[in-house]
Every structure is written in structure tokens, then in C-alpha cells.
């Protein structure tokens, strides 16, 4: 499966993420709710861009990473580099916006999650959502 790119809102071109743990310093960990995106069904072998947004709420309003990772038909968990975000310093709640550009090699049922991370290496819990790839 080829994962080309997440773009965030204003633009910034963001990479597709993972996240292994969280560290053990101060403060509290983000929280995301409200995922959203469209299209939910994709053609097989082509590049599609999936639109998304979710809410975050940052008590320590210090929102730096982005996380995601892939589950593919057979279950194999394809885990992508975090990306940084910017533009989120200061903000306690508010939106990110994510567009991601996949090129699925196979027809079948595809699962997604993204989280964020704050500058504390603190982990935000898992939005999930689903692709079926034709």
C-alpha cells in the first residue's frame, strides 16, 4: 500500500504517523472526538484523496505531532513516520483538518486511526475509521 501524504489545515503537507508511546512528563494528554471523512469508498490501484477533520481539546494548548497508521485487508498494521503540526501552539481546543492521498494495491475492507501528540510526548486516544477499496 503506498501512503503518500496528509495534508493539514493551511496547507502544511504532513506525512502519515505513528506513535509507540508517551512519555512520563508533566501536564495531560490531549483528547480528539469527531472524526469525519469522505469519501469512504475508493477505487483499487488509484490515488484517492481522502478529506477528514477532527476536534481536539489540549489543556497544556501545546498540540505538536500528528499520528496515523493503516490496517490493510490482511490485517498487516502499516504504521507511518509522525508528522509535526503547526499552528497549534496556544490553542486548547479547535479542528485539524487532514487530507489523505492512498493508493490501496487491493480491493477489500481497509482500517485507519490517527491521534495527536503534544509537546510533552503526551498520546491523544484513537479515532478509527474504515475504507472499502473496489
Not at 499520528?67 to 503540526?85: E, K
Not at 495527536?116 to 474504515?130: F, K, M, P, W, Y
Request: glycine fraction near 14%; aromatic fraction near 6%; charged fraction near 15%.
Amino acid at each position: 500500500m503506498h501512503v503518500s501524504r496528509i495534508r493539514g489545515s493551511g496547507g502544511l503537507a504532513l506525512g502519515f504517523l505513528l506513535v509507540l508511546g508517551c512519555g512520563d512528563s508533566g501536564g495531560d494528554p490531549p483528547t480528539i472526538t469527531a472524526l469525519t471523512y469522505s469519501p469512504d469508498a475508493i477505487p483499487a490501484a488509484q490515488q484517492s484523496a481522502i478529506h477528514g477533520t477532527l476536534q481536539f481539546e489540549d489543556p497544556d494548548a501545546d498540540l505538536t505531532q500528528l499520528g496515523a497508521a493503516v490496517t490493510l485487508p490482511d490485517g498487516t498494521v502499516q504504521d507511518l513516520p509522525l508528522t509535526g503540526l503547526k499552528g497549534y501552539a496556544g490553542q486548547a481546543t479547535g479542528q485539524v483538518t487532514l487530507t489523505l492521498a492512498i493508493v490501496p494495491p487491493v480491493a477489500g475492507t481497509y482500517g485507519f486511526e490517527v491521534w495527536v501528540i503534544d509537546a510533552e510526548d503526551h498520546a491523544s486516544n484513537r479515532l478509527q475509521g474504515t475504507l472499502h477499496v473496489q
